[in-house]
T-cell receptor, first 109, second 116 residues
């Protein structure tokens, strides 16, 4: 079983739609959680950290469920510019990040 | 100017050749990393360094070596390149997070390496 698993997609949604991605992780000792965004042929960039209490940044909401070992990302009012691959990232220990393979999102007009 | 730069951006080489990929950063971070990205496998850690005198193997270090020449420079070498090392290589940096834990990693633009 992979340490971090994501549905690869692609998720095809129209502009304005709400879309949710889930990610599961296998190591119960994992301490920190992140969502990164990667545009085609570009470097990954941090989208948001994921806190136990859940957190929101504009149209983006991240949730963590430690008991079930999954992380979610909700995107409301999707924009064309949201089209990208979203990487779920889990940290176990000091600075060891484990990346999921990513979920691809395509937002169409 | 970019905070994390990588050279070269693209490289095609032949099996058995020695290749060096270079990474420089102006962010003043102590921690630097090398990853490779393959379709369907995601990003995998090759080596990481927490300071100039600290080098650690990552998940897939076989066939690779690194050198931390200065705080700002971290190079990755393929001593004898083979075709299955064809991949997209990323360098990343970070500072030490709260209580030494994880913090945001900043990635360079990547080096696309093809080994024929």
């Amino acid at each position: 079983r992979k340490e971090v698993e994501q549905d690869p997609g692609p998720f095809n949604v129209p502009e304005g739609a709400t879309v949710a991605f889930n990610c599961t992780y296998s190591n119960s000792a994992s301490q920190s959680f992140f969502w990164y965004r990667q545009d085609c042929r570009k470097e990954p960039k941090l989208l948001m950290s994921v806190y136990s209490s859940g957190n929101e940044d504009g149209r983006f909401t991240a949730q963590l469920n430690r008991a079930s070992q999954y992380i979610s990302l909700l995107i409301r009012d999707s924009k064309l510019s949201d089209s990208a691959t979203y990487l779920c990232v889990v940290a176990t220990g000091f600075q060891k990040l484990v990346f999921g393979t990513g979920t691809r999102l395509l937002v169409s007009p | 100017d970019a905070d994390v730069t990588q050279t070269p951006r693209n490289r095609i080489t032949k099996t058995g050749k020695r290749i060096m990929l270079e990474c420089s950063q102006t962010k003043g971070h102590d921690r630097m990393y090398w990853y490779r990205q393959d379709p369907g496998l995601g990003l995998r850690l090759i080596y990481y360094s927490f300071d100039v005198k600290d080098i650690n193997k990552g998940e897939i270090s076989d066939g690779y070596s690194v050198s931390r020449q200065a705080q700002a420079k971290f190079s990755l070498s393929l001593e004898s390149a083979i075709p299955n090392q064809t991949a997209l290589y990323f360098c990343a940096t970070s500072d030490s997070g709260e209580r030494g834990g994880p913090s945001e990693q900043f990635f360079g633009p990547g080096t696309r390496l093809t080994v024929l």
